[in-house]
């Protein structure tokens, strides 16, 4: 498909067609143990993910859609729950320490 035909973004369907992962075993993307470690079944899963054209696409229509089972765009769905932790808690902010910037004397 030419990238004119084609957009990578996730409210876009296509890119579903063009993922790595279709027509293999989908039993690999959900992982009864959501970990990453060598050897299991989360990380033949990822090795898949990682070979794909579109696993940014995949991975922010996790993200955007709360996606919480499988491997999607090679991300663990503790992996994801980490990143929307990480992009919707507000930064703390932090004040002068006591006795600095301090108006009285």
Do not use: K, Y
């Amino acid at each position: 498909m030419t990238s004119s035909s084609f957009s990578g973004h996730p409210t876009n369907p296509a890119w579903r067609d063009q993922a790595a992962c279709a027509g293999e075993d989908p039993e690999i993307f959900f992982p009864l143990v959501d970990l990453s470690a060598p050897g299991t079944e989360a990380s033949l899963a990822r090795a898949v993910c990682r070979r794909c054209p579109v696993i940014i696409a995949c991975r922010t229509w996790a993200l955007d859609h709360g996606e919480d089972d499988g491997i999607w765009g090679a991300t663990t769905a503790a992996q994801r729950r980490a990143i929307r932790r990480a992009t919707t808690d507000p930064v703390p902010v932090v004040g002068p320490r006591r006795g600095e910037g301090s108006e009285r004397d």
